[in-house]
């Protein structure tokens, strides 16, 4: 049985954080480290002590954790950047709070001895010897050791302790990656080693001037070597264990919410019963107000989990080639349950956020083609815009003339001149993007133009079915976007106070198109009026393209794919340092040479210079690049991080080439976001997960009082079995047993009574489905317990 685990987070803002720069203020940004692994990282807010972030993370960690740890740091422009302070949880404080942490938390400092990282390859022996036992460490090799030296390497050796004895390897130096090969002996006392005392291997980074640098330490019961006289395998370094010091508050504080979701993923043949449940639940859709397998998880789906459990279900469905008819489906009920067309999808509900994340799934590389040339043209221009007359400042709009200081009028004057180029423009590329937009985006608003339709056909209602979808595709999409490109990877850094006012302006007017300009001159911000004759000029034309959006056949095909990415589109694209290893280079330098780089879920590509530049982090390329290489079944288990010169690898000091990597191939840590691959068996678990929290509901509100299911008695006398006899225990895998096409009785009743027969009947269905899985969960948990937990780390 797999397991799954996941990391979401998310960096709100910082508070009363301490200036570190010769003005008095700060740069600061956040770096975020998986047991001392850096995997991702914030914007830069310049010149702010209490910084706002507002970024959201999800790391998928298929190897699991031992601590999380978010790093404030000073950005500096020349020098290294400061370290300003960290947060520390560990996996199991952030997994005692089943709803996740959340709230402020102070930063304490920064210990260099807590700030290990690597691995060791050891092999502990007890010989029994004629006069005594002796211990035999055969220290062999370590890995990804902490860089301590300015040349952002070590000088590693190690030192066995035992019982006051101790012994050291050689010194190597410039290397995280060294290789001993080196034995050391300690004598052992009779009786030592049956104690509660401690096998200690310590890694340092030894300094000529000064002392040495603490690298790690690995801790091994000495009862553990009495047991088993010979351990073998990777060991995970340790920190000291130093207490860390509570600075009182003097570092500043960061307010957080991390939640950690672990789940053992049972074979696939397991979910099988539950994808059918939910599959019939769209391609033989029941009426209106009969239950489903989808009805009732909407019911059991509370507010906080309403967003994960829809992009979920988008995923699922994706992967069945069935996005199409779930989100009409979920939009059919949603317009018959909707008496008043003002307020049509104007809540949460399933079928809102499912369409908000089917949209960010299939449109993102759509969103990034219209909007990003427009979004980059704001970011340089850098203009000073504001309409609204108690915020204008007059000082900010500067201009070489022999008048002075600029009016207020003049201010608003060219604020609106300027925002009438951008408005332009979006519209302009909105409405010319027809052929780009993704065919299952546009079947999908088809059918939901359908629907209204045929719900508010009278003349009155003629612009409902436009709101319908401008409604997601500006103001749930589009506008968000320009409000805050960082957030949809159209920029990698945050807008400043002045652009951001300027996206803000925007994203508003954007907001008033896509409202058809209904709603100009109700609203509370009459200073926006000068915009609204650009806003209902551009009403016809947004009108003209919705209707060409859902000119589209409704066969198009939505074949079952691995990724959501298509396979010729870019995942990642940037600035990345190509270095040539083949031969010895007599200037160093020369050897890296800045390349664009564009990655796909099939190649890998570079040139000198690029169609426009966007500068990528490290850990983003290094996501993008495991994402698209998952399904690489040629994968090596490990590598040099360094390059073959001078007759050596300069990781790890080895003079054979054909030498096997010193550094196992990552850790697969992965930064969740739109271009995530399918993993139904993940998906399909997250379901269940949602359904067993509210099974008792569905079984109090469907099976208990006047419409209750048949029991197993009753459906047994009559001759159909409702629960399949042979279902009390998990089966052996491939054996979970057909539950999604065991019959159920029909239940009697009044003619009225039908629909809510057939909700108990679909429940009672759902229920048996729910608890097989649960009685396969706790055979696997069983048999895990029944095996034990390895005692080294993953080789």
């Not at 600035?575 to 390349?595: G, S, T």
Request: charged share 25%.
């Amino acid at each position: 049985m797999a397991r799954n685990t996941s990391l979401h987070f998310r960096i709100v803002e910082g508070r009363n954080l301490p200036a570190k720069d010769v003005s008095g203020t700060s740069d600061p940004y956040c770096l975020v480290k998986v047991d001392n692994e850096v995997v991702a990282r914030t914007a830069t807010v310049w010149k702010n002590l209490n910084p706002f972030w507002g970024e959201e993370f999800t790391l998928h960690l298929p190897m699991g954790f031992h601590s999380l740890s978010f790093q404030v740091m000073d950005e500096d422009t020349i020098g290294h950047d400061d370290v300003i302070g960290k947060i520390s949880l560990t996996k199991d404080a952030i997994g005692s709070h089943a709803k996740g942490l959340e709230g402020w938390m102070d930063l304490t400092p920064v210990d260099p001895d807590e700030e290990v990282q690597g691995e060791i390859h050891l092999s502990l022996e007890l010989l029994q010897e004629a006069d005594k036992p002796r211990l035999r460490c055969q220290v062999i090799e370590a890995r990804d050791l902490a860089p301590r030296d300015a040349s952002g390497t070590s000088d590693p050796f190690t030192r066995v302790v035992f019982n006051n004895q101790s012994a050291e390897t050689s010194v190597i130096k410039r290397t995280r990656f060294p290789h001993w090969g080196e034995t050391l002996f300690l004598d052992v006392e009779a009786g030592q080693l049956k104690g509660a005392g401690l096998v200690t291997v310590e890694v340092w980074d030894w300094d000529m001037v000064g002392k040495n640098d603490f690298l790690g330490k690995v801790e091994i019961p000495s009862l553990c070597l009495h047991q088993a006289s010979l351990l073998d395998g990777w060991f995970r370094l340790q920190p000291l264990g130093n207490i860390e010091a509570d600075a009182g508050g003097r570092l500043g504080a960061l307010r957080l919410k991390v939640r950690l979701v672990e789940d053992r993923i049972l074979p696939s043949v397991y979910y099988q019963p539950l994808i059918h449940l939910l599959v019939e639940a769209v391609i033989s859709p029941t009426e209106v107000e009969e239950g489903s397998a989808l009805t009732l998880l909407e019911e059991v789906t509370t507010v906080d989990s309403r967003q994960d459990v829809a992009m979920t279900l988008v995923r699922i469905y994706l992967g069945q080639g069935l996005v199409g008819p779930f989100l009409d489906y979920l939009n059919t009920r949603e317009v018959h349950h909707t008496a008043d067309p003002n307020t049509l999808f104007r809540s949460n509900s399933l079928s809102s956020k499912a369409m908000e994340q089917f949209m960010k799934a299939v449109g993102m590389l759509y969103l990034h083609e219209v909007l990003k040339p427009i979004i980059n043209r704001v970011f340089e221009d850098r203009k000073y815009i504001e309409l609204d007359p108690s915020k204008i400042d007059q000082n900010r709009s500067r201009r070489i003339s022999f008048k002075g200081a600029v009016s207020e009028d003049e201010v608003r004057d060219s604020s609106v001149e300027a925002l009438q180029v951008y408005l332009s423009s979006v519209i302009r590329s909105i409405v010319g993007s027809v052929d780009q937009c993704p065919p299952v985006m546009r079947v999908a608003f088809k059918q939901l133009h359908k629907r209204v339709e045929e719900r508010f056909p009278e003349p009155e209602y003629q612009d409902v079915k436009y709101l319908a979808i401008s409604g997601f595709f500006f103001l749930r999409f589009f506008a968000p976007a320009i409000l805050t490109p960082k957030l949809f990877q159209l920029r990698e850094q945050h807008a400043d106070t002045r652009t951001s006012r300027t996206l803000l302006l925007l994203a508003k007017a954007l907001q008033s198109v896509g409202n058809l300009g209904l709603q100009l001159g109700h609203g509370k911000e009459p200073w926006m009026a000068p915009l609204h004759p650009s806003i209902l000029c551009s009403v016809a034309s947004v009108k003209d393209f919705l209707d060409r959006l859902i000119d589209i056949d409704h066969d198009v095909s939505e074949a079952p794919q691995r990724g959501v990415f298509l396979p010729s589109a870019p995942v990642k694209e940037g600035y990345l340092q190509k270095h040539k290893a083949e031969a010895p280079q007599l200037l160093p330098r020369f050897a890296f040479k800045k390349r664009y780089f564009w990655l796909t879920s099939e190649t890998l590509s570079y040139a000198k210079t690029p169609d426009w530049q966007n500068v990528n982090e490290l850990n983003q390329w290094l996501s993008a690049i495991r994402k698209v290489s998952i399904y690489n079944e040629r994968m090596l288990p490990s590598f040099h991080p360094g390059a073959h010169r001078s007759g050596k690898w300069t990781c790890c000091l080895q003079t054979d080439r054909a030498v096997p990597g010193c550094s196992r191939t990552h850790s697969a840590v992965t930064l969740g976001d739109w271009s995530d691959p399918l993993d139904p068996d993940v998906e399909t678990q997250t379901i269940y997960k949602q359904l067993l929290q509210g099974r008792d509901k569905l079984r109090r509100n469907h099976l208990e009082g006047g419409h209750a299911a048949p029991t197993s008695s009753d459906e047994e006398q009559k001759g159909v079995a409702g629960v399949h006899p042979g279902a009390a225990a998990a089966g052996p895998p491939g054996d979970p047993g057909d539950l999604a096409q065991r019959p159920v009785c029909p239940m009697g009743g009044a003619e009225g009574d039908a629909p809510l027969a057939k909700t108990g009947a679909v429940t009672t269905r759902l229920l048996a489905v729910i608890e097989d899985l649960e009685r396969a969960h706790a055979t696997y948990q069983s048999k895990e317990k029944e095996e034990g937990p390895g005692v080294i780390l993953d080789p």
